[in-house]
């Protein structure tokens, strides 16, 4: 059996470790913040704690105890709460990715410090803020130049697009990846995505066809 001073360590290990993670993804105002990642790795811990002694008391000769039985239904039932965390935009763009991998690691950190892998709960809670806060300007500044950018230009039906074409394809500037029309009865969805652009150029274009006659939305992504 487990001792409570043991139970009341590893609980309490496990809710300071989800509380590291936590704060991080509170500092960006994530959906899952603080609170969150501490009940998911707390409830992690005691599942795992659960899992391994709390049916001691039934174990005999022809019962035989499996402990990663229980503990593997956490790491497939997280997954529910973090794709609670993912938004899919109407512009095509998906966030919460990153918090949603970082509830499933805390959840994986609880399952450790509940088991008593205290290095490894400590070890990979280090290394999950280092992934997400330190390398998260690296990769904007190293990565930029590979990220395409896009614009959606959403006009009225009735207004014919040749404008926005024209204003586009006629700046030399531009490298257009591709050019995509789609029109229906209500409105004409033009989405341009460009291989390497400026944005400072990309700014100014938005703004010139925002001017344009018939031109209800601009929806672009840097």
Request: hydrophobic share 50%; aromatic share 8%; with cysteine.
């Amino acid at each position: 059996m487990i001792s409570w001073p043991e139970i009341l360590l590893r609980l309490s290990l496990a809710s300071f470790f989800g509380a590291v993670i936590g704060i991080e993804r509170e500092r960006k105002q994530e959906t899952a913040g603080l609170r969150t990642h501490m009940m998911v790795s707390l409830g992690s811990s005691l599942i795992i704690i659960v899992s391994a002694y709390g049916f001691t008391d039934v174990l005999g000769k022809n019962i035989v105890l499996d402990p990663s039985r229980i503990a593997a239904q956490v790491v497939s039932g997280i997954g529910f709460i973090g794709a609670g965390t993912i938004l899919f935009l109407k512009q095509g763009i998906t966030r919460g990715l990153t918090t949603a991998t970082g509830l499933w690691t805390v959840a994986a950190i609880g399952l450790a410090t509940g088991a008593g892998l205290y290095i490894a709960a400590l070890i990979a809670t280090f290394i999950a803020l280092i992934i997400l806060w330190v390398l998260q300007p690296v990769e904007k500044r190293f990565l930029d130049n590979f990220r395409q950018r896009s614009i959606k230009v959403i006009t009225d039906g009735k207004a014919p697009p040749l404008d926005v074409l024209n204003k586009i394809f006629q700046d030399n500037t531009l490298d257009i990846l591709s050019c995509i029309l789609d029109k229906s009865d209500d409105a004409t969805i033009i989405s341009f995505s460009f291989n390497k652009i400026d944005k400072l150029l990309l700014t100014k274009i938005i703004n010139e066809i925002q001017c344009e006659v018939g031109v209800k939305e601009v929806i672009w992504n840097s």
